[in-house]
């Protein structure tokens, strides 16, 4: 009897071309499935609920997998671990239904984009963070953010090569917080861009992010989302904010 | 005319030996002394104010050296940068009286111990914490920090090797405080120690950290720190706690 588990995945995308398996490439996925299988004894490949791009992070990836192994649902992370690298942690696992495909069951995604915004880019902080060295206007980035929150046609916001079927998504929330005196150094913080949907398109939140950022720097006004949005055009919008700024942080089923 | 430039110097200690210049290996050090002699065309020497170990990090490491240059103080972190590796940044520079030397002037030092305390270490944190599995109690911790607090002979708590000429060290300020919902995954958080004193023996700070962490896991008492200080005997201490969740953050003299 085969059961279903899945997996809950944190990883250092730095030295990763992304999730999606491919061939002579170093993948999230492909080690994974080279980990899985090892250690249960079986030809595993597993099915990702995303596929972040090269060099994204993540606390709270997911992948699911079929089994006939007889380990206990919840004990399946410690096996696992021990054939991962480092930079992948399965932080939990447990049992799901059989039918259950983690791509196509509603869900809420959460994402964070993480700007270091200071005179330098702290070594301690650079495989983690975006660097901006002009002083940010957190207020106006906020003021920005709540354009994107609803139901909206996100064509302006996907990046060249993006496939989907219908280019709506729906944002619960979107929050712009900031963490201060991370040094010392003055002016030095951490600027968070926490996102919430029912999901996104490729490249989407980091053409959010590096909107809001350009809004931060005063190259447009928070109102000026409102008609990028329906402008249906993705040079309306800003740019795309390098990869190692973003970590996908959460996955929520109704299981 | 020379004038003395003060750097303050971040870094992501991981890949390097420590501050101190060895030959054939890669130092802190050796890499800063290469790039300020390069961008100000000098053979310049600097003096690190402090020799962290191989692997310990850096938001605060203070070193200083003689120029000729006709830079502007305050732009001389702008300059070195350029010919540092990104995991090596300048923080600020400043000019200071020309006798100052930053290893015979009183000074505050703070250093941080960072431990992820979770079930499995967080890869995104893997390289700036100590992971611990078992359940850390907080506030024994806290508590058995106080006994070190003061002026007290720390032969129990110096590395073998090190030498000084007095094991007489008055610690300021020592803290251990909590950061909660790292992950969601129940109880992962980060734990760290922040120790204020006027100096270091060898290895002082990481096994103040090893010993804290025996008494957070219920091997010692908070009261069995107080023995220990007495013994004068380094094998009257706990452990010494590895060098990634160290961090030197604060450097702090009288000018």
Known sequence: MKKRIMLT??????????????PGEST????????????????????????TDAGVHAEGAVAVFDTA???????Y??????????????LSSKQIPDDFHPRKVPCRKTYEYRIYNGTFHLPTKRLYTHH??????????????EYFVGEHDFTSFMGAGGQALTTVRTIYDLGVRCENGLTGQGRDREIIISITGNGFLY???RIIAG?????????????????????HDRTAAGQTAPACGLCLVKYKYDI
């Open 203 to 205: 490249n989407m939140v």
């Open 69 to 75: 192994s007889p380990i206990p649902a919840d004990k």
């Open 77 to 90: 992370s410690f096996v696992i671990n021990q054939a991962l690298p480092d930079d992948i942690r399965v």
């Open 132 to 145: 901006v060295y002009g002083k940010l206007d957190v207020e106006a980035m906020n003021e920005a953010g």
């Open 28 to 51: 999230i996925e492909g080690t994974v499935n080279e980990a899985v299988s090892r250690m249960l004894e079986e030809d595993i490949h597993v099915i990702g609920a995303s596929r």
């Open 9 to 22: 995945i944190a990883y250092d995308g730095t030295d990763y071309k992304g999730w999606q398996i491919q």
């Open 211 to 231: 909107t809001l950022i350009e809004v931060g720097q005063g190259r447009y006004c928070p109102e000026d989302v409102k008609a990028m949005l329906e402008a």
